[in-house]
Each structure stands twice: as structure tokens, then as C-alpha cells.
């Protein structure tokens, strides 16, 4: 089937830093994808839509200039944290469809001190 | 407001037994109904969708059933094995607003010896 990947797995940074993440499609092609956040035991919450060749959609509530995304080809979203703070620490996940299915990256954990 | 709310919480079983986990929706307008499962620290991993027509569909050991009517459905796990420990996420596609997902909270399932 059909695999997204996200790079890194597993990040500590100091608060201030900004933290790029990865999100792939890796034999499909996504002119959209999805970033989400999971805290502890809760559901995944929607961050904003990925939009390859424009604008990335916000959810209410979700910072732009705090998360900034660009989607730089078919197969590539980034996620950058500005000026992490603590409590940004969660876990993301970013997401593809390929047909009516979504699938969903490996997540990437931040730790910020 | 769409809606997704899943039962029980959590639930322990013993290695072998069988388990049924549930969910109720209130998403309008209805595009499908997707059972993920996500293992501690990894992305949700994709076991059925079912859209409007469909009443039940297997995946191996596991079988989803939907009741659009009652705006229902639930997941059965046969014969559980240890590695079916995770937490197992209803997720209701809607049509309406460039296919936007709700996601339940999830049912945290324990298989133990």
C-alpha cells in the first residue's frame, strides 16, 4: 500500500529553536496533505491543510506564523515550529489521501526543554 | 457540530478472546467510515473504510460494521492476539467542506496473556 513517511521521528530542542518536519509521499503523488497534533491520550486534532503550489489552510486557533507549512512538490510538506516553546512539545502526524484512503506518516515526537 | 464519540475508552481482554469496540457518529453530510489503528508513538494505521452502501467488511481478524440509519458502527476483533494491543480510532469523512475528517477519541485496547 501506499507510504508516507516523517522526518524526524523524534526531536529535542531548546525553547526558542524552530523545528523543521518532514512529510513524504513515497509512491504516490499528495496535492494535499494534513498535520495534525496528538496530545497524551487524546485524538489527533487538525492543524491545517497542505496545499501543493499555494496558501496552507489553518484550523481555527492554529497560528500561522507559528507553524509555518509549505507544500514544495507532490510528494513534500514541511512543517516548521517558530520559537518553540514547551508547550508546543506533542506528537504531529502528518497525513496523504491516495484515493478514498487517507494514510497517515510514522508521527514525529518534539521535546521542547 | 460533527462528532464522533467511541466506547469503551479502554478495554483489557485475555490473548484469544474476542471484542467489540463502538462508535457512534453525528457527521452530515456522510462520505465514509474508516477503523485505524495506532500502535504507542506511531501513526494510525488504516484496517477498513466503508462508505454510505456498505454494511460490514473484514480485514483478516477484524470486521467493521456500519448502520447508517442509526448512524453507527462498530469494530469486532476475533481471537486477539498480544500485538492487537492500541488504541483503535473511528474516523467519519464528510463531503461537505473539501472531505474533512472527524476523528473519535479512540478505544485504548489491552491484550494480556
Known amino acids: 500500500g501506499a507510504v508516507v513517511s516523517q522526518h524526524p521521528s523524534r526531536v529535542i530542542c531548546k525553547s526558542g529553536t524552530s523545528v523543521k518536519i518532514e512529510c513524504r509521499s513515497l509512491d504516490f503523488q499528495a496535492t494535499t496533505m494534513f498535520w495534525y497534533r496528538q496530545f497524551p491520550k487524546q485524538s489527533l486534532m487538525l492543524m491545517a491543510t497542505?496545499?501543493?503550489?499555494?496558501?496552507?489552510?489553518?484550523e481555527q486557533g492554529v497560528e500561522k506564523d507559528k507553524f509555518l507549512i509549505n507544500h514544495a512538490s507532490l510528494t513534500l510538506s514541511t512543517l516548521t515550529v517558530t520559537s518553540a516553546h514547551p508547550e508546543d512539545s506533542s506528537f504531529y502526524i502528518c497525513?496523504?489521501?491516495?484515493?478514498?484512503?487517507?494514510?497517515f506518516g510514522p508521527g514525529t515526537r518534539l521535546t521542547v526543554l | 457540530k460533527n462528532q464522533v464519540e467511541q466506547s469503551p475508552q479502554s478495554l483489557i481482554i485475555l490473548e484469544g478472546k474476542n471484542c467489540t469496540l463502538q462508535?457512534?457518529?453525528?457527521?452530515?453530510?456522510?462520505?465514509?467510515l474508516r477503523w485505524y489503528k495506532q500502535d504507542t508513538g506511531r501513526g494510525p494505521v488504516s484496517l477498513t473504510i466503508m462508505t454510505f452502501s456498505e454494511n460490514t467488511k473484514s480485514n483478516g481478524r477484524y470486521t467493521a460494521t456500519l448502520d447508517a440509519d442509526t448512524k453507527q458502527s462498530s469494530l469486532h476483533i476475533t481471537a486477539s492476539q498480544l500485538s492487537d494491543s492500541a488504541s483503535y480510532i473511528c474516523v467519519v469523512s464528510s463531503t461537505g467542506g473539501g472531505n474533512k475528517l472527524t476523528f473519535g477519541t479512540g478505544t485504548q485496547l489491552k491484550v494480556e496473556l
Open positions: 497525513s496523504a489521501p491516495n484515493g478514498d484512503t487517507q494514510y
Open positions: 497542505s496545499n501543493e503550489g499555494s496558501k496552507a489552510t489553518y
Open positions: 462508535c457512534n457518529y453525528t457527521v452530515s453530510p456522510f462520505s465514509n
